[in-house]
């Protein structure tokens, strides 16, 4: 089984600051695609920021330049560095890692969510 737990949520002022962290655990060959979404009631969730097994990211609109994603793979973990922070980024942020395993039946590439980090910007 595959665990995603994240870390660094909290309040912060508008203009501040916070980097969000995401450790994958359990039976882990490679992951492929990480990222950063993020919901707030009453909408769907959204993109924030991904980057693949090699490096290139992408992010929305509404947080380049300000966001930036990052992942250390030796340990399993993807960051993502908020500054500049606007109302408008409160939310519930999750992390989703695609981990890819084989077993005798196939070969197979599900994705994993992490259970939600509250980020709220205000003064």
């Known amino acids: 089984q595959v665990q995603l737990v994240e870390s660094g949520g909290g309040l912060v002022q508008p203009g501040g600051s916070l980097r969000l962290s995401c450790l994958v655990s359990?039976?882990?060959?490679?992951?492929?695609?990480m990222g950063w979404y993020r919901q707030v009631p009453g909408k769907q969730r959204e993109l924030v920021a991904t980057?693949?097994?090699?490096?290139?990211?992408k992010y929305r609109d509404s947080v380049k330049g300000r966001f930036t994603i990052s992942r250390e793979d030796a340990k399993n973990t993807v960051h993502l560095r908020m500054d500049s922070l606007k109302p408008e980024d409160t939310a519930v942020y999750y992390c989703?890692?695609?981990?890819?395993?084989?077993?005798?039946?196939?070969?197979?590439?599900?994705?994993?969510w992490g259970q939600g980090t509250q980020v709220t910007v205000s003064s």
């Open positions: 989703n890692a695609e981990v890819p395993y084989c077993a005798h039946y196939g070969c197979y590439n599900p994705d994993y």
């Open positions: 980057i693949t097994s090699d490096g290139r990211t």
């Open positions: 359990g039976n882990i060959s490679r992951i492929n695609d």
